[in-house]
């Protein structure tokens, strides 16, 4: 057992192992390190974290400055992304197993990325085991109900990234023509949601509504269904009102309301605008020092 743990200790680190300690150097309070203190704080040779760090500020996943290094843009829109994405999960939530209850279909929540949505949340019924999907798991979007729904109410330039990766077909009913698609798209924003009949796997249907306000479409609510076509128009209109009723807990007034209650009932003084302007700029004049 020993001889396999000191094996273990002495086994090469991967690339990848090691871009993970580099970055793992810049996890404490100090903004910039030197090249030195990344080997320090990381344990990797000076040739490989050098190496690994110029290969990093290309990615833009670090910025150098003189013989420091920084976090890079790419490192904050990634958190950034990462951080809206549990924000959305953790309060769409509650309303996903509401809508799962009231169905008994397999309910989904979904984001776009690039030409694919990626499946945020799953929420199983008694058809679990026959829809093929998984939390983190990636579709086509223009075969998806989830991925219509977005790109209906997305930009126009997602719609055109997805037809210049192309549409094959998944099944014999998937859309493979450009104006098909297009003209699928124009109906979903009629009828306020999206279907897919049989678009991405035999047999199974499903509907999707956007989370959206007044403006662009940010994820889908889907339902997913083995009894055909004609489960989607019973289950429209519920899941139309569960997207909403998501999107009204992370952006409504409903959250506005409980927002409000909670400075009613903290005892501390309000912070007036002169005294918030006072403090982003100090803030802002700090992090430029």
Known sequence: MLDQVMETELAPLSLLEKAARVLGAFEGPQPRLSLTEVVRRSGIPRSSAHRILDQLVQLRWLDREGRDYRMGMRMLELGALASHHNRLRRAALPLLHALHEQTGHVVHLSVLDGAEVVCL???????????????????????TAAGKAILAFGDPEAVDHVLAQGLRPR????????LAL???LAAVRERGVAHDREESFRGIC????????????????????????????????AVLACARAVWRELYGPGRAGRAAAARTQDPRPAVSEQEMDNMMGWLRFSEWM
């Open 121 to 143: 949340e799953r929420i199983g019924g008694s058809e679990a085991t026959t829809v093929p999907s998984r939390v983190g798991g990636r579709m086509p979007a223009y075969s």
């Open 206 to 237: 499903c509907v999707a509504a956007p989370l959206r306000g007044a403006g662009r479409a940010v994820a889908a609510v889907s339902v997913s269904s083995c009894r055909g076509e004609r489960e989607l128009a019973r289950l429209g209109p």
């Open 171 to 178: 099944t014999a009913r998937t859309l493979i023509r450009p």
């Open 182 to 184: 297009r003209a699928e």
